[in-house]
């Protein structure tokens, strides 16, 4: 059975900012769905009922809210980014808001955890953390501990030799405590004659406790005058604020100074106080502030809270030491002598001993082919062992002159075999036993045999040098020569072959000895040396030689230079000469003869070789000469910015058009060729670049008027030289006109 049930309507309220429930609507919506619910609602869609949508309009309104709060901190659980940021948020003021206690307990654990692992990470960060506190305690903690270790000393070796020291010593060995305490504690004077206790921060007096007997001024005074003289030397000389004044001395005065976190303890010591004086006004400070910390961290100059603290510095005004009266030891002195008199002797003797038996061992170890492996003294019995070579020198026969009694010496020596040079030398002359012809020496730690023997003593030789190679002194025997007659004769042929090698133009390609003859083949060339010539004096049998030898033209510059003066034929004025490993032609000749030099010149440069020809002058007929200086004397002048001569230069043009003419015919007759280069220039008025064009402009109008005359075109160079090549400085009177020309110069081919 079904119902139809109408939608709900819910009264409306007016929009307020209060967030509660609206109650009126919650109960209507209960009484609504009391009324129309479907007792025999089914199930649908496979066993999940359908949800009624009145339901969900009831969840909202009683939990939504809820819902939607929990939604946010489980998106925000899920974002651990968004999740660290709110708890960053409220974490200090949770911090704060915990009891101590509490917060100490649960946090220690993991800053423990922290601080472990950062030391184990990086053990220097805690150093520099903790450097600037504990430096200045352990540097005043090592000061003071030297000063107490130095104190103690000098007391000590004061009263050393002392009855009231032997009294002493006595004392430490009964009571179990080190003399130096005894000492100090009998022999120190001194007295705490007054204690101030002052507030580090202010400077004002806390505490004066004085000592009976003892005068001083105004107590606050003293404390204000400490406390200036402290900031004096803060102030004067840069220092840290956590340090202080630590000792003032006055005469037989000192004020040792305490510092700690609120409070400075002064004590006032007549006398010389012991070390351990520090220590002692320390322990008073430190309870000082255990008992008083608040009421000294809160000192304003009332001294109400700090009832009893007087107490504690009355402590330090109790300590004193009295003086002890005592002469000069004059029987202890007396007893130590005569103990010490014999001794020494004793002493004296065993020492000398010692070093006359030092000097026997240190003269048994510089001696070749002895080793001392242990050597000591007993009871007055000298004991020494270790290794000796037969050949080294006797053991016993070194005591002498050492005044050590033989008889008080006892040694054990092992055989052993010296690797000295020398005992090796002597070795090897009795077991090789050498020929007279064969010399052995020592060079440098080897042993070199030089001479002649036969093949039989050379072989016992190198057999010799292969035993000594493991660890001995080398053998070199490569200087003695083999006296057997075919050692001989292959001796003198390799001298006849390095004869071969060391000539120029022959090339040893082979060579070899067999069955008593002598073979080799190689290279000649014809300029070289004969090689049957060559035999001479070399004691080898030129029957017994049998040779072949290819032709080769050698590159020696010494063939070379015979080749050339063969095929070129070089006149008396020409000279050719070796430097270096180039060929050098100087002097004269003629032209033809000179492009002869120049072809051989470059097929030599194909084979590797120089063949230098530029000192070489062309030699031409005088005639020549004296025309080719006459062409050249010769310039043609022109007019400023005139690229055509004036016609006073036209006779000058004619005469030189004749020379031209005449010397080309003569050169011809001689067999070379002449060019003329005709070389335009200008002054230095105007631009560069205008001056170089009308330089060239007048060099091509000479040669047009040079070809107008019948002198061959083809034989006319013509160049611009602008106002780089002055006849004369532009300064002079002349200069601009000279320097307006054109110059001949005459060259020969």
Partial sequence: MTSTVDPISLPQRAASNDPEID???????????ARNVDPDYRA???????????????????????ISELSRVAHLLDEPEQLAAAVGGVLPSAAARAPHAQLGEALAPAV????????????????????????PAIRKSIGEKIDQTFQSLNETLRHIFTWHGLKWRFEAWRTGASFSEVVLKHSLVYRVEHVFLINRDSGILIAHVTADNATSEDPQLISSMLSAIQDFVKDSFNEKEQSGLDTIRFGELRLWSEVGPFATLVAVIRGNPPEELHEIVRDVLFRIHDEYSQALEQFDGDSSQLAG???QLRTCVELKQEDSNQGFPWLVVAAVLLVLIPAGGWFFLSWQSGQRWQTYVSRLGTQPGIIVAEQKVRDGQFYIAGLRDPLA???QALLSGTQVDPARVHSQWQFYQSLDPEFVLKRLTASLTPPKSVRLSIVEDRIVAEGEAPDTWIDRARAAARQLEAGGPVFDFSKVRDVSPEARAAEHWQTYVSRLEAQPGIIVAQQRASGGHFYISGLRDPQAADPQALLSGTGVDPARVHSQWQFYQSLDPKFVVKRLMASLTPPDSVRFSIIKDRIVVVGEAPAAWIDRARVAAQQLAADGLSLEISELRELTPQKLTHLREAIQAVDILFDSGKA???????????????????????????GVTAQFMLTGHSDAVGRETANASISAARAETVRALLKKRGVAPESLLVRGAGTFEPAETENSRTGSSANRRVSVTVNFH
Avoid: C, H
């Avoid at 359908?50 to 909202?60: C, F, G, I, K, V």
């Avoid at 472990?116 to 430096?135: A, E």
């Avoid at 010397?663 to 001689?670: E, V």
């Fill in 309 to 311: 603290i007087e107490t």
């Fill in 23 to 33: 109650r009126e609507a919650l109960a209507n919506l209960l009484v609504e769905i």
């Fill in 112 to 135: 423990e955890r922290a601080v472990q692992r950062s030391i184990q990470k990086s053990p220097r960060t805690l150093t520099d953390i903790l450097y600037p506190v504990f430096l």
């Fill in 644 to 670: 055509v001569p004036g016609p006073e230069q036209l006779p000058v043009l004619d005469k030189l058009a004749n020379q031209l003419k005449e010397l080309a015919k003569d050169a011809r007759k001689a």
């Fill in 44 to 66: 649908r869609l496979y066993g999940v009922p359908t949800a009624d949508p009145r339901m969900e309009t009831l969840r909202q309104l009683l939990v939504g809210r809820e």
């Fill in 393 to 395: 020198a006797d053991p």
